[in-house]
């Protein structure tokens, strides 16, 4: 069954850090790859697709990497408002899977 | 703006049926795949069905195959998800959502909490 491997599961980290969060998929994917943030109590908000490309008005901290079947998101400069669970998503075909997700929270 | 609104929250026993829907403006409905994605209570996003802009192709999660149906209404700008057999499983908010380019989801709905429980 085709998996998409999210790690870590959590973490925490200071104001102004930098976090890497890894997605890994079972089998490649190319290039079709998005992530979402989820703030606590929230609906999901696209951040990036294509693995690398921002959405418009998230915030150039927010950027992505990768292609095939290993993809990383990095937040730069860690903000309090960056508090919430990011999901890494396939799009390459179904199933449409999603990772299980990182919490990110301040320490 | 785009708007996606759902409707259909319910609490249903095991085995029961339910059918949701998702009502958009904003945007040139037709035009765009659709999908589900569901969120247990405390857990992670499952997707759950794609329907592309005509209608004519679907996909299902395995979890729901066979179970659930998702259809549109183009003329009505409505997205739905016919859920029959339900599992204590399948309890979850089920968040209606809209895709760019390809099944990347911009725009979420506020979700509906449906209830499988006896």
């Known amino acids: 069954d085709f998996q998409m491997t999210q790690s870590p599961s959590s973490l925490s980290a200071s104001v102004g850090d930098r976090v890497t969060i890894t997605c890994r998929a079972s089998?490649?994917?190319?290039?079709?790859l998005a992530w979402y943030q989820q703030r606590p109590g929230k609906v999901p908000k696209l951040l990036i697709y294509?693995?690398?490309t921002l959405q418009s008005g998230v915030p150039s901290r927010f950027s992505g990497s990768g292609s095939g079947t290993d993809f990383t998101l990095t937040i730069n400069n860690l903000q309090p408002e960056d508090v919430s669970t990011y999901f890494c998503?396939?799009?390459?075909?179904?199933?449409?899977?999603f990772g299980g997700g990182t919490k990110v929270e301040i320490k | 703006d785009v708007q996606l609104l759902e409707s259909g929250e319910g609490l249903v026993q095991p085995g029961g049926s339910l059918r949701l829907s998702c009502a958009a403006s904003g945007f040139i409905f037709s035009s765009y795949t659709m999908g589900w994605v569901r969120q247990a209570p405390g857990k992670g996003l499952e997707w759950v069905s794609d329907i592309n802009p005509s209608g004519g192709t679907t996909y299902y999660a395995d979890s729901v195959k066979g179970r659930f149906t998702i259809s549109r209404d183009n003329s009505k700008s409505t997205l739905y998800l016919q859920m029959n057999s339900l599992r204590a499983e399948d309890t979850a908010v089920y968040y209606c959502?809209?895709?760019?380019?390809?099944?990347?989801?911009?725009?979420w709905g506020q979700g509906t909490l449906v209830t499988v429980s006896s």
């Open positions: 959502a809209k895709a760019g380019g390809a099944s990347w989801y911009h725009y």
């Open positions: 089998q490649g994917i190319n290039n079709h």
């Open positions: 294509a693995a690398s």
């Open positions: 998503q396939n799009y390459n075909g179904a199933p449409l899977t």
